[in-house]
């Protein structure tokens, strides 16, 4: 009996676990159509070019990622997290940065949610996140909204 209480008391652990609240709000939230216009208008918010950064697997970037988009490694490792900081390191705290994942919901990525709290630990004031309620495949591909391949990483 002891042994299903605590297997009960940890199942319950484990599955709050999963459930933490997203560490943006619904403003830093970005629609794929939105994103797409601020590419065709030249990628500038407020006078500043835009950063967008994947920082989902490697393999799903180099098969397809949104053109000028940057590797910055899977947000879900410690080696990841320092690759994303690598590619803004020197980049003024105001700069526009757009994260991407799309490996899977959004509620449920691994690597959404750290990248996005390592950038606002380091200060970067305008940071969001690319609204992909399913995957990059289903909200953004099949939307035909650009992309290309490659191993731009």
């Excluded at 509620?107 to 940071?127: E, I, Q, S, W």
Aim: hydrophobic share 40%; charged share 20%; net charge positive.
């Amino acid at each position: 009996m002891k042994f299903i209480g605590l297997f009960l008391v940890l199942s319950l652990g484990i599955s709050l676990a999963g459930s933490a609240p997203d560490p943006w709000t619904p403003a830093n939230l970005l629609p794929p159509a939105e994103l797409v216009s601020e590419i065709h208008l030249g990628q500038k918010t407020q006078g500043k070019k835009m950063e967008i950064l994947y920082v989902g697997f490697g393999v799903l970037f180099r098969s397809k990622h949104i053109p000028e988009s940057v590797y910055a490694g899977p947000g879900s490792k410690p080696e990841g997290i320092q690759k994303m900081r690598d590619a803004v390191k020197g980049l003024d705290r105001g700069t526009p940065i757009v994260l991407y994942c799309g490996c899977c919901p959004l509620d449920k990525c691994p690597n959404v949610r750290p990248a996005f709290a390592a950038l606002k630990k380091d200060g970067f004031r305008n940071v969001r996140v690319l609204e992909l309620p399913q995957n990059f495949a289903e909200d953004w591909i099949a939307k035909g909204y650009p992309v290309v391949a490659g191993t731009k990483d």
